[in-house]
């Protein structure tokens, strides 16, 4: 049985119409997916020199090979524990690479007897308190708990 030309406008219609909905249901997650994650910055020592730093730089001095800020002054490397949710956003959105590569950096260059870990604090609180306090010290928190003691440095 042939279909009438109404029924086939009918299908295209509700075709187009579901096509719709699922695009716009998709965009939506995206969306929100992409705003549930907090917005991290990078913090330094407030005598630090540096009002920004190259990415790679900054994985360097996080992955603990680059120890000297371009002034000399030795690096200190505030990390939250791997267990704080704010540690995976920071290495995947900011560093751009997964906690886990992150911590096998850190084993490397322990294991190699070429570097150390980096001090690992339990809260944002902690790491503001010890960026502050700290000369050369850096680290990271979210956006929103940036205080005037720390230096916000701005990544290139």
């Keep these: 049985m042939e279909k009438t030309p109404a029924i086939k406008y009918a299908t295209s219609l509700l075709r187009l119409m579901l096509a719709w909905v699922l695009a716009s249901t998709l965009l939506f997650g995206i969306a929100h997916a992409q705003s549930a994650e907090p917005a991290m910055v990078v913090i330094a020592h407030p005598a630090t020199a540096e009002d920004s730093i190259p990415r790679a730089s900054l994985r ?25 949710p704010e540690h995976a956003t920071f290495s995947k959105s900011v560093l751009q690479v997964f906690p886990h590569q992150l911590r096998m950096a850190w084993d490397r260059q322990v294991f190699s007897g070429q570097g150390q870990y980096p001090e690992a604090v339990s809260s944002p609180q902690e790491m503001l308190a010890k960026v ?10 979210k956006a929103s708990e940036v205080t005037p003691n720390v230096r916000v440095l701005k990544i290139r």
């Design 60 to 84: 360097a001095i996080l992955g603990m090979r680059l120890q000297r800020w371009p002034g000399e002054t030795p690096v200190k490397v505030f990390v939250l524990g791997d267990e704080v």
């Design 132 to 141: 502050a306090s700290t000369p050369g010290a850096i680290g990271y928190v």
